[in-house]
Nanobody, 127 residues
Framework: QVQLVESGGGLVQAGGSLRLSCTAS????????MGWFRQAPGNEREFVAG????????YYADFVKGRFTINRDNAKNTLYLQMNSLKPEDTAVYYC????????????????????WGQGTQVTVSS
């Protein structure tokens, strides 16, 4: 089992940057595919970015391509999301998630594929 704790959210002006962190418990973090999702009030939870468990394969939602970067540090059991050029529409609660995949290069892109979730961290972008 994996427990995930996000941090790094906050209030930022449009055009600014934030880096979210997700720290995992346990010694098996490196064997999980990881992802970031977000949910704004009244909206469904949506995929933001994902990372395979081996090989560093990544995939991004179109609305963050070129602005957000996902990466992991397995030695620190930590997943990151660097968010640049933030827009007011990026305002949401951001969640990290961990999932199992037999394919070491596969990026999981749907919420149903993930087994473990963090509690979320609020990101607010002011205009």
């Amino acid at each position: 089992q994996v427990q995930l704790v996000e941090s790094g959210g906050g209030l930022v002006q449009a055009g600014g940057s934030l880096r979210l962190s997700c720290t995992a418990s346990g010694r098996t973090f490196s064997t999980y595919a990881m992802g970031w999702f977000r949910q704004a009030p009244g909206n469904e939870r949506e995929f933001v970015a994902g990372l395979s468990w081996i090989g560093g394969n990544t995939y991004y939602a179109d609305f963050v391509k070129g602005r957000f970067t996902i990466n992991r540090d397995n030695a620190k059991n930590t997943l990151y999301l660097q968010m640049n050029s933030l827009k007011p529409e990026d305002t949401a609660v951001y969640y990290c998630a961990a999932g199992r995949s037999l394919d070491t290069w596969l990026v999981l892109t749907t919420a149903a594929e993930y087994n473990y979730w963090g509690q979320g961290t609020q990101v607010t972008v002011s205009s």
